[in-house]
């Protein structure tokens, strides 16, 4: 079994990886010197940051890889106590069958700042028997001990030809019938994010034999966040009782993300003014208010009280006032 | 020993208010130990209000009882054991009847306690033993299909001066001196909760000859709910600074705080303008909140209650002179409401986490892909079988259990294919597909075998392994096991 093929087709060696071109011949010097430093990746959603580390581990620890590389996820493992326990037992014990050992802690940006300074000693405790690699979002949540104790890598968003052509390899191996204007919506509606990408691929090839852009207009949109047009024309028709209703509905039930709600949100509006739904000035005043949501919503407070507030925003030209 | 215990009523005559009720259960009681089987008593009230006293009283009566409540496990298994046998067997001693009491039934939980409301049903309708449940919540989904089989009582809060009354009992045979206000206060403030009021007094008065209003400042008000209402009327109703501080002074947490003035907003103010400017200040005061807690700084919460209550107060241009009726968010019953599906999730995000190197938030942001997947049956078998998803976990992506339609060893395709393995693995979906139609018109007429499409992968699972010992078998019979792609 292989599994879904963001999975399937996961790099498996850094000369796989797709668009990180700069990062990846940094990194092959690391391993031709077998030696590195610790690490920080930082980028998007989808470009390869984990599926690098895992690639880079492989290469430089060797055949006994896994024994020697510990992977953890410091959003669903985010306490001081999982940093303190995982990585100092790991890190006690001397690498057997590789030069040193990996800690790869993925999502760092979601660690508590108090865990991240109890993460600072343990990086400093063990140089000489491992070393991290850490990945993030978004550098400006990490420490600034923990950065300036780490060599950077910017990991940029895949570009459209990269992920065509990678798009086309899957496509080629599963035997896919697909259109080149599906290919090239795909890319569209990832936004640079391989993982996407593939994703979108997938779920298209479930539906029909031929994928075709139609194909891919459905999956996307079945895949979006129910109800945003909903919600958002509720609002604007005065009704914020109903309109935050929903968005609790939508957020709790169908556990949809802040982020994904804001986008979605966004895209209705753009869709409306450009039908004149709305006039501009509206829109204009309504993006910024998007925006500024979007951005507080990344800072860390919770998203569903963020967009509440913002469904205010959108009974400016309700009957009610 | 507490004063809830050795001032508890030792026999009905003891009991306080609640006469109608107590003579039921008296009757019942009696009935039964007559020899006249009863329906099951289902007894519904608020805390402290003598639920448990009069089931405890009751057991008296009878030779033998057991009691369940919420702290056992309480799922099918184990209400049948333990209460299943004693409610069908007959007991060896005296009267050979068992009491069975169950307390805080509306709190049988959903998913540990699976089947647990199906064998209270079961148990409630066919009991040969007298049974009392209590619950807290009437109107609990869990209790809908009990109440019709049960002798259903409701219990009401406990009169202020029937506690007051008693407040006062106490007092005297433990020798303190009393001031009726602060009495009186102390029966207002459980809110008809005599076990509440009890505590309460023993907290004060315990060791002491005398107590004073002052010794009212020592208990922290358990109704943290009801307070926090009175902060969020006073919020939206008023626009004094004072007042506001006052009111806010809750011991409750900033979070929840936030969601019940955010909640009744619009509930209150009328102008746009002022929704807008208010929800303003609540988005600034979760700014703060979650700036708290990701840096671990609290002091950050000063902010964030000073925007979320003077700020939202002083949105409004003038105090509204109206009765509004204020809620409580529908985000918590939202909440508890989609508990099961949201733990679904968690788990089935971690599981797949883990072969996908992905936290949990990542993985449900590929969910909606997943679904859509699903769909399709040989895809949703393979990425079931991948992640090790079990029938429960891939209702989260679909409704109807996966059909079967693939069995590991192909020996029809060997047959044509001799790279074996390899070959299998390059042959495509599409192909594959066409293949079953191909072979689903063969087989149909001359061997119909309808059973199998039925099965779910758990039974596949077995299957493979079946087939992988048992190839030649198979290979005899190459139609059927094409059947199966």
């Known amino acids: 079994m292989n599994g879904p093929w963001v999975e399937k087709y996961r790099p498996k060696t850094l000369d796989e990886v797709v668009g990180q071109d700069h990062t990846i011949i940094r990194l092959k010097r690391y391993v031709n010197e077998g030696n590195m430093p610790n690490l920080m990746f930082t980028g998007p959603a989808g470009v390869g940051k984990t599926t690098t580390a895992i690639a880079l581990a492989k290469e430089m620890l060797g055949e006994y890889w896994r024994q020697n590389f510990l992977e953890l996820n410091a959003s669903d493992a985010r306490g001081i106590d999982t940093v303190r326990n995982n990585i100092k037992s790991f890190c006690r014990l001397k690498a057997v069958g590789s030069p040193f050992r990996i800690i790869f802690l993925d999502e760092v940006d979601n660690m508590t700042k108090d865990a991240q300074h109890a993460l600072r000693r343990e990086m400093e405790m063990y140089t000489k028997t491992s070393s991290f690699i850490l990945s993030c979002n978004y550098s400006s949540k990490i420490i600034d001990p923990i950065q300036s104790r780490c ?91 109903g309109a935050r209703e929903l968005l609790r509905d939508v957020m709790v039930l169908q556990g949809t993300s802040g982020e994904d709600m804001v986008t979605q949100i966004y895209q209705e509006i753009s869709r409306m003014a450009q039908d004149g739904t709305i006039n501009e000035n509206i829109y204009i005043n309504l993006v910024e208010s998007v925006g500024e949501t979007d951005f507080r919503i990344r800072e860390g407070s919770n998203p569903r009280i963020q967009l509440e507030a913002l469904l205010t925003k959108f009974l400016i030209n309700s009957k009610a006032d | 020993m507490l004063w809830t215990e050795k001032y508890s009523p030792k026999s009905f005559d003891e009991v306080l208010g609640n006469v109608k009720i107590k003579d039921e259960l008296v009757n019942w009681t009696e009935e039964w130990l007559m020899g006249n089987k009863q329906q099951c008593m289902l007894l519904i009230g608020p805390p402290g209000t003598g639920k448990t006293t009069l089931a405890h009283l009751a057991a008296k009566e009878f030779s033998e009882y057991i009691e369940l409540n919420a702290s056992d496990k309480r799922s099918y298994e184990v209400l049948k054991n333990t209460i299943g046998e004693a409610s069908l067997s007959k007991s060896l001693f005296g009267e050979g009847l068992k009491l069975i009491i169950m307390d805080e039934v509306d709190g049988i939980h959903g998913n540990e306690d699976r089947g647990g409301t199906r064998a209270l049903n079961k148990i409630a309708k066919e009991g040969h033993h007298p049974v009392i449940m209590m619950a807290n919540d009437p109107y609990s989904k869990r209790l809908q299909s009990l109440k019709p089989k049960c002798n259903t009582i409701i219990l009401r809060k406990v009169h202020t001066n029937s506690i007051v009354a008693l407040l006062k009992k106490i007092c005297i045979k433990e020798g303190v001196e009393f001031e009726e206000h602060v009495v009186r206060n102390l029966a207002k403030r459980s809110n008809g909760d005599l076990r509440t009021a009890i505590n309460d007094l023993e907290v004060i008065a315990r060791g002491k000859d005398k107590i004073t209003s002052e010794d009212l400042d020592l208990l922290s008000s358990k109704d943290n709910i009801i307070n926090s209402f009175d902060a969020v009327r006073t919020v939206l109703k008023s626009k004094n600074p004072r007042r506001i501080k006052d009111a806010m002074k809750v011991e409750a947490e900033p979070s929840l705080m936030l969601e019940i003035i ?55 241009e003038e105090t509204y002179r109206k009765f509004s009726r204020f809620n409580n968010s529908s985000i918590f019953t939202k909440l508890s409401k989609s508990r099961a599906k949201r733990d679904l999730r968690d788990r089935v995000a971690e599981k797949m986490g883990e072969k996908l190197h992905a936290s949990k938030k990542v993985v449900k942001e590929q969910f909606p892909y997943m679904e859509i997947m699903f769909q399709n049956e040989d895809t949703a078998y393979e990425i079931a079988t991948y992640f090790d998803l079990k029938d429960d976990e891939v209702k989260l992506f679909r409704s109807r259990k996966i059909k079967v339609k693939k069995s590991k060893p192909k020996p029809k395709q060997e047959l044509d294919q001799p790279e074996g393995l390899n070959g299998v693995k390059a042959v495509t979906k599409k192909s594959k597909k066409k293949q079953v139609k191909k072979s689903v018109k063969e087989t149909e007429d001359k061997t119909k075998k309808p059973r199998r499409n039925k099965k779910t992968v758990e039974e596949s699972k077995i299957e493979n392994k079946k087939d992988k010992k048992n190839p030649e078998k198979d290979a005899k019979d190459p139609q059927k096991s094409l059947f199966n792609f």
Do not use: C
């Open chain 1, 151 to 241: 060599a950077i890598f910017r990991f940029v968003p895949v570009k459209g030809h990269q992920i065509i052509g990678r798009l086309e390899y899957i496509a080629k191996a599963e035997n896919l019938n697909i259109t080149m204007g599906a290919i090239e919506n795909i890319v569209y509606f990832a936004e640079g994010d391989l993982r996407r990408a593939v994703n979108i691929l997938q779920a298209s090839a479930t539906v029909g034999e031929e994928i075709n852009e139609k194909s891919i207009q459905d999956v996307v949109s079945k895949a979006k966040p129910k109800d945003v047009k909903k919600i958002v024309a509720k609002a604007l028709d005065g009704d914020f009782l």
């Open chain 2, 262 to 316: 955010a909640e009744n907003i619009p509930r209150e103010y009328e102008k746009v303008h002022e929704i807008q400017k208010a929800y303003e200040m609540i988005s600034q005061a979760d700014i703060y909140l979650g700036r708290a807690f990701s840096t671990r700084a609290y002091t950050y919460w000063k902010y964030a209650y000073e925007l979320m209550s003077l700020g939202v107060a002083l949105s409004k």
